[in-house]
């Protein structure tokens, strides 16, 4: 009886698996982290008509004579080629570039993916979103992400300068005071919410939030039950009755949360309330620190109600007061009433309030620089008392921080020998405190620095630092000689404090210098600084988790365990985009980014499925022509067989 039914049979079934595949390849063509399979045929045995005979005296040999009995699927592979990555933005998005995979576990078993679509869970322990599985490090533990704790302040130590101290004088220069920061146009930081309506609270339960300013103690709303539910206005106003805090219902009907302060310095926290009682989660609003913004300062169009430094917003009528010295000693004294010039006031913006202010002085003119500050400049060269004081009327509604803008200091010299620079540094505290530095030319050609700091903020208990010298090529000489540690006791502090001030190395031009040009001494580097909220969090090639903080200082909070097999075409596929370790794939090595053959974790993206689609459809027809094929085989014979029937 003839084999081709059951031979076609089995090119049918093995097509059909075929077809299966490709099918399944291309339902993935948009699953993340995706790897297309392929299927590999093999010939089934053969049945021998003839079997081979060597040669035999006169008789020639003979071929064995074989029919096939069909064919099967011999393997079905993976294809682990690398997928195009797509940036998304997120910062738990992660995705490899080489062979590792990222670790899971549920608690009993460790699973393996592609895909790093990670998050934060209520315990900020970092999980897979599609599963809940936990993310493991490159030891195999749990990773804890603590977002919520403050980066510790810092006590300055060393203080780096750089610049030049002129080496020749030709007259007096003219004294300039430049305030302590720029003005820029503050924006608020801002939170807002996703849902709208009215929020169901069970009568008889209280539901909470809590909202921080400025790294400051959380306020604490408190939202009771009620019949038909609590609408978000409702919970809005409560919001709104904070301290430094504005909540609106915005065009959406979202609860929308703000900031009174505006600024790059400006942070708003929300932080969850019980667990099932929280009103942040109910109104959709995240529980992560954001920060306000500043944009460059306009001084035509800027108010002064933009400044980062307002605190509460002037109105028409409110006094702001100047007073001061002018460059030949007479005073200076006057109050700027804010409103519109058009209704008899002196005016709303920056450049208002600057042209005010610059008429005030007959020998001086102030000004405001391209960085924002303000400068108060003499016409007469000499040294002088100028002086610019800026303060509110007490008890009016408007008011800001003017010791942000004070123009106290003297940041250019004011005599031919003298030369005076200033910077903030840290106690243990992390508060800051503002160093003056006066340099001052001796008679042997020797530099004198005579440190100081604001009244009330503390003394120098160090004397002037001597000895200050530069070779004919300007560079320093002698460093070691000097004694540059600083003792200070700042106000309030129990023990003092001693920091090292660094003015180059001997025969370097990568501090300070005595060239032929205008003086200008700076701050290059000091290693204090305040203490600081996490403001953001980026994910290394490495893997490594890093926290960037409010401080400007940056911490490692974590790392993503990276793994390696020494088969990884042997895992198998367990769903959800998981793998699994089988017998055939090797034991799990756990390791970082960027070592071996792991490859790079690259945050912030995810990689595509490496289904080809074109090559798929290629396939898929010559699967279907098989298929085809192995279907005429069995009408052939099925016509055969009906042909022989009727022989009979």
Avoid: C
Wanted: glycine share 14%; aromatic share 6%; charged share 15%.
């Amino acid at each position: 009886m003839s084999t081709a039914l059951f031979t076609a049979l089995s090119s049918l079934k093995a097509h059909q698996d075929w077809i299966d595949v490709i099918g399944n390849n291309l339902a993935n063509t948009n699953t993340p982290g995706f790897k297309s399979s392929r299927v590999s045929f093999s010939d089934n045995f053969s049945r021998a008509l003839g079997f081979a005979q060597g040669p035999n005296g006169a008789l020639g040999g003979r071929n064995p004579s074989q029919v096939g009995q069909g064919v099967s699927v011999g393997a079905i592979s993976r294809s682990l080629q690398q997928g195009a990555l797509t940036e998304t933005g997120r910062t738990f998005d992660v995705a490899m570039q080489g062979r590792g995979f990222f670790a899971l576990t549920n608690g009993a078993i460790d699973l393996f993916t592609r895909v790093g679509t990670f998050g934060l869970d209520a315990s900020s322990q970092l999980v897979d979103l599609a599963t809940g599985y936990s993310v493991l490090d490159p030891t195999g533990s749990k990773i804890q992400i603590d977002s919520d704790s403050l980066f510790p302040p810092k006590a300055s130590e060393n203080v780096e300068f750089s610049g030049n101290l002129p080496a020749e004088v030709n007259g007096p220069l003219a004294e300039v005071l430049t305030g302590a920061s720029g003005m820029k146009h503050g924006l608020p930081a801002i939170l807002a919410g996703t849902t709208g309506g009215s929020i169901t609270i069970p009568a008889g339960e209280t539901w909470s939030m809590d909202v921080a300013i400025n790294g400051g103690a959380p306020q604490t709303i408190l939202i009771p039950g009620a019949a038909g539910g609590v609408p978000v206005g409702t919970i809005a106003a409560a919001l709104n009755s904070l301290t430094d805090v504005n909540a609106t219902v915005n065009a959406d009907g979202f609860v929308e949360l703000s900031s009174a302060f505006t600024g790059a310095e400006v942070t708003l926290k929300v932080n969850p309330g019980e667990a099932g009682k929280d009103l942040a989660i109910a109104l959709g609003i995240p529980t992560t620190l954001v920060t306000g913004s500043d944009t460059p300062l306009i001084p035509g169009t800027t108010t002064l109600n933009d400044l980062p430094a307002n605190q509460s917003d002037y109105v028409e009528g409110d006094v702001i007061n100047i007073t001061g010295v002018d460059n030949d000693g007479g005073p200076v004294n006057a109050s700027f009433r804010y409103g519109s010039v058009a209704a008899g006031f002196d005016g709303e913006t920056v450049d208002e309030f600057v042209t005010f202010a610059n008429a005030l002085y007959t020998d001086a003119n102030v000004s405001v620089n391209a960085s924002g500050q303000l400068l108060v400049e003499a016409q007469t060269a000499g040294e002088s008392d100028l002086l610019l004081t800026i303060t509110d009327n007490v008890g009016q509604a408007g008011r800001s921080d003017w010791n942000a803008y004070a123009v106290s200091v003297t940041t250019q010299g004011t005599g031919p020998d003298t030369v005076v620079t200033s910077t903030e540094v840290y106690d243990p505290a992390g508060t800051a405190h503002t160093l003056t530095l006066q340099y001052e030319r001796q008679e042997d050609m020797t530099w004198t620095v005579i440190p100081s700091l604001l009244e009330g903020d503390g003394v120098v208990l160090s004397g002037p630092i001597t000895g200050l010298q530069f070779d004919e090529n300007g560079a320093p000489l002698g460093l070691g000689a000097v004694n540059n540690q600083l003792e200070v006791q700042f106000e309030g502090a129990t023990n003092s404090q001693t920091m090292s001030l660094d003015f180059g190395f001997d025969g370097k031009l990568s501090g300070l210098t005595q060239f032929g040009s205008d003086a200008e001494v700076y701050v290059s580097g000091q290693d204090g600084y305040s203490s600081g909220e996490l403001a953001s969090v980026n994910v290394l090639g490495t893997g490594v988790i890093s926290g960037f903080y409010t401080n400007g200082q940056s911490r490692d909070l974590g790392a993503l365990g990276v793994v390696t097999f020494a088969n990884d075409e042997g895992l198998a596929e367990v769903g959800d985009n998981l793998w699994g370790q089988t017998p055939n794939s090797g034991q799990i090595v756990f390791g970082s980014g960027t070592v071996g053959a792991a490859g790079k974790v690259v945050g912030g993206a995810l990689e595509n499925s490496n289904v080809d689609t074109a090559e798929q459809f290629v396939r898929l027809i010559e699967a279907q022509r098989g298929y085809q094929a192995s279907s005429r085989v069995i009408s052939i014979q099925d016509e055969i067989l009906a042909e022989a029937v009727n022989l009979i």
